[in-house]
């Protein structure tokens, strides 16, 4: 393990980011060399050649360039880049090269072969396969290896302090006593912005149509199996009266509910409600049951439930809600007071709940995910009350009824096996960690991007 400081190779990783990213059009042209490593435009062409290949180094064969102009193909391209780019830096700084022979295995097993090939063997097959100048692909095929090795060095320079911070952040836990108010307007507000805005009732409508139209659409029960047999025997079990959920289940399939439109299934549609689709293979062996047909939906604006639904929506968007709001304010000064006993729950208002226990970054109990309240929450001594939050459908108010944290001792004995698992979890997202702190995921893509166009078309003279 590499045991230098991190601090003293920001300044340099900065230094190589910045000159392998700069653009001819500077007025002072970057050296052409830093090191073994060049530093002009054709070197960012470089990578993003190296990068394409490791796209694809499982099939064998890169891409054409032509197959840049597919976005999602793209942005993989791009961010591989992105990564070598700071790899590369890194690397050359710490020195963290395979050994000859483990890169020549490497190499080799790329191309197929069981064992290490003679030098002149193993660059004409790497540039046969893989289509690529040797030097470009020997980087792309040795390019997980020189990222792993980078993302395990970094990590390993990350110190004592930030995984103690983590294990004190995982292991605190609160408990809260809530007060949740529905985001859920009045009826004399619903009534007052129906008689003053009929235009932005109109709008809102025919902004969203799917809320108000649906095709005719059909209902179907799919159970999927790995086994030919297995799905054979739910088959049965279904024709005999089973539901397809209680076949699955015995058979160890999988089973879920799926809806399709007729327009968009038209022979899933022209089934009768019951009926069984034959036993077909794709990705695994699957059938489905017609469980129902669904009639078209065709609600319109004059129909004064779809304009109370409309309004209502536009409320919640514009969190034009004064009663709700005033009920939940009512509730925080109540908390605060230590009150709560005067509070009155009601049907469709006021809900008080205790949470159970629970630590920072799960899902709050009675809301789910709910990260601004998640944090707001850890950030209070027992007694502390919230301001009003909004989650979801939902304003909440939180007060910390109870709050337990590990101590130090209990550090000290957990430190050795939680250092080294910490250190495996965050190795992963080192290399866009550091990335972001030298200047952002733009430091790197932006120059990368501005480079994609002439390559493609030069490929493509070329091809």
């Not at 209680?246 to 799926?258: K, L, N, P, S």
């Not at 050795?416 to 952002?440: N, Q, S, T, V």
Request: glycine letters at 6%; proline letters at 8%.
């Amino acid at each position: 393990m590499i045991s230098q400081p991190l601090s003293p190779y920001k300044p340099l990783a900065r230094f190589v980011l910045c000159l392998a990213l700069a653009r001819p059009a500077l007025a002072a042209p970057p050296p052409p060399q830093l090191g073994p490593w060049p530093l002009d435009d054709a070197a960012l062409r470089a990578h993003l050649e190296v990068a394409r290949v490791m796209e694809h180094a499982r099939a064998g064969r890169p891409p054409p360039r032509a197959a840049l102009k597919q976005s999602a193909l793209l942005k993989g391209v791009l961010s591989r880049a992105a990564q070598l780019e700071l790899a590369m830096a890194l690397g050359l700084a710490w020195d963290l090269w395979p050994a000859p022979l483990e890169e020549a295995r490497r190499l080799a097993r790329a191309v197929g072969a069981a064992e290490v090939l003679p030098y002149e063997q193993l660059v004409f097959e790497v540039e046969a396969r893989y289509g690529a100048p040797f030097s470009l692909a020997r980087h792309a095929l040795l390019a997980p290896w020189r990222l792993d090795a980078v993302s395990e060095a970094l990590a390993a320079r990350r110190p004592e302090a930030e995984a103690r911070a983590a294990f004190f952040h995982r292991h605190t836990q609160i408990r809260l006593d809530l007060a949740l108010v529905g985001r859920v307007p009045s009826g004399a507000e619903i009534d007052r912005l129906i008689r003053a805005e009929p235009a932005a009732l109109e709008a809102y409508y025919r902004a969203h149509p799917a809320l108000f139209s649906r095709p005719p659409r059909v209902a179907v029960a799919r159970a999927s199996f790995a086994d030919k047999a297995a799905a054979e025997a739910a088959y049965a079990e279904v024709q005999a009266g089973a539901t397809v959920a209680e076949a699955a289940q015995r058979q160890g399939g999988r089973h879920r509910r799926r809806v399709y439109a007729e327009d968009q299934d038209p022979a899933r549609y022209a089934l009768a409600d019951g009926a069984l689709t034959p036993l077909t293979q794709e990705g695994g062996w699957r059938f489905e049951r017609i469980e129902a047909h669904i009639p078209a939906v065709s609600r319109r604006l004059s129909d004064m439930r779809v304009r109370r639904e409309i309004a209502a929506a536009l409320l919640r968007e514009r969190d034009t809600l004064p009663h709700a709001r005033a009920e939940i304010e009512a509730a925080r000064q109540a908390l605060l007071a230590g009150e709560e006993a005067s509070l009155t729950p009601r049907p469709g208002g006021l809900r008080l709940v205790e949470t159970p226990a629970f630590v920072q970054g799960r899902l709050v109990p009675e809301l789910g995910l709910a990260p601004a309240l998640n944090d707001a929450a850890f950030a209070l001594p027992v007694g502390g009350v919230t301001e009003v939050l909004t989650i979801r459908q939902s304003y909440v108010v939180a007060r910390v009824k109870a709050r337990q944290a590990p101590t130090e001792a209990d550090w000290r004995a957990a430190a050795p096996g939680f250092i080294e698992g910490w250190r495996a979890e965050i190795k992963r997202g080192a290399l866009e960690a550091l990335a972001a702190d030298l200047g952002g995921r733009d430091i790197v893509l932006g120059p990368l991007k501005a480079t994609v166009s002439a390559w493609i078309s030069d490929g493509e003279g070329a091809q």
